[in-house]
């Protein structure tokens, strides 16, 4: 199994309060990703890193910020959560072009 | 634009049933890659398989296999002999272009549920 691992598994949160999720990798993987998955939609990318402090958004970061200061460690925050943001976000980490992503086993999020 | 289209939302088989999982994709792109993941309930994506555009061999992989058919833009999941650990959901997916694997555009997902 790839090294990857989200904190918390479960949060539940009230609307407008901040909120950072974490995913920590021990296979020192250059990219990594935070994806939501919602019924209907399947995986969206929100934000993406491909180093340290290198980071880009995907299709769906309205809402969200991301920072990378260590190779095995990527935060993604929620500023103001809103209800719309109760997902189930996923990590995922890659070593290098044109190799499959490895997800970790995601966090559930509820924002009430 | 790239996109991928799983039009099963759920199946639900007999343990030791065959059961295909289509997928259908659009590419602006001659060349490009697909892929398939498991989730199984626990919730974690598995990593099942990559193909590349230049090879339409099918892919066989004990259970599994994979037809990948560009005449009709489609990248078939089959299992044969399904078991309950079978049971997950599976999705389809395509990169943003071969050279760029950093954003995916993932199907909606089909539920195979088999039963005892």
């Known amino acids: 199994d790839a090294g990857i691992t989200q904190s918390p598994r479960h949060k539940v949160t009230e609307t407008g309060t901040p909120v950072t999720l974490r995913c920590h990798q021990t296979e020192n993987h250059r990219y990594m990703y935070w994806y939501r998955q919602d019924p209907g939609h399947g995986l969206r990318l929100i934000h993406y890193s491909y180093g340290v402090k290198d980071t880009d958004k995907g299709e769906v970061s309205d809402g969200y910020s991301v920072s990378r200061s260590k190779t095995e460690d990527f935060l993604l925050t929620l500023e103001s959560a809103t209800s719309s943001q109760t997902s189930v976000y996923f990590c995922?980490?890659?070593?290098?072009?044109?190799?499959?992503?490895?997800f970790g086993q995601g966090t559930r999020l509820t924002v009430v | 634009a790239q996109k991928v289209t799983q039009a099963q939302t759920e199946i639900s088989v007999v343990e030791k049933e065959d059961v295909t999982l289509d997928c259908v994709y659009e590419?602006?792109?001659?060349?490009?890659?697909l892929f398939w993941y498991k989730q199984p309930p626990s919730g974690e994506l598995v990593f099942l398989i990559r193909r590349n555009s230049f090879d339409e061999q099918n892919e066989i992989s004990g259970r599994y296999s994979w037809n990948f058919q560009k005449s009709t833009s489609s990248f078939n999941f089959t299992i044969t002999a399904s078991q309950v650990v079978d049971s997950a959901v599976y999705f389809c997916a395509l990169p943003l272009d071969q050279y760029n694997f950093n954003k995916f555009y993932f199907g909606s997902g089909t539920k195979l549920n088999v039963k005892p």
């Open positions: 590419t602006r792109d001659t060349t490009y890659y």
């Open positions: 995922a980490i890659r070593d290098r072009e044109n190799t499959e992503a490895f």
